[in-house]
């Protein structure tokens, strides 16, 4: 498996296009954030069995509910209008963390052999870049530690 950092910020157009590859966003429990619809039939809301949930304009997070757009779930949950640490997780929460965490990188590799994805773009900054999640090696060492496993297991991964 090929994995790369999108050397740009993602854009809803480029991703819809480049529809051969697939696009990791970081994401919150909630399953939304900012303003703008995604479809509620999208492979997104259904996985979640959510509907009317809407994508930001300015994280990695605007490609949610592009059907080669996949979660990693950085961030427990989300707080409307401002960064806060209530929706961060902690070492503490380290069992629900896995559970999730391995659920997305589980829904990944199902993905890539059913799809066929042979690269796999995470965004500029990574996934642990520390902004809004301050999923950090100082901060939360646990989840730190089992992303950064969870990226070596994907690299590793055959179809």
């Not at 690269?119 to 642990?128: A, D, E, M, R, Y």
Request: charged share 35%.
């Amino acid at each position: 498996m090929e994995l790369k950092r999108f050397q740009q910020k993602y854009t809803r157009t480029f991703t819809k296009n480049y529809s051969n590859a697939m696009f990791i966003f970081t994401d919150n429990c909630d399953r939304t954030s900012g303003k703008s619809k995604i479809p509620d039939d999208s492979e997104y809301s259904k996985r979640f069995g959510k509907i009317g949930l809407c994508h930001p304009s300015m994280t990695s997070a605007i490609i949610r509910g592009i059907d080669n757009a996949y979660p990693i779930t950085t961030q427990k949950h989300y707080v409307p209008g401002r960064k806060s640490a209530d929706g961060n997780w902690t070492d503490d929460d380290f069992e629900e963390f896995k559970k999730v965490i391995d659920d997305d990188f589980e829904h990944i590799k199902k993905a890539c052999k059913e799809k066929g994805y042979k690269t796999i773009f995470f965004p500029k900054n990574g996934v642990l870049n520390g902004t809004i999640s301050r999923l950090t090696f100082e901060r939360t060492p646990k989840l730190f530690k089992y992303i950064v496993e969870k990226e070596i297991e994907l690299k590793n991964f055959e179809i």
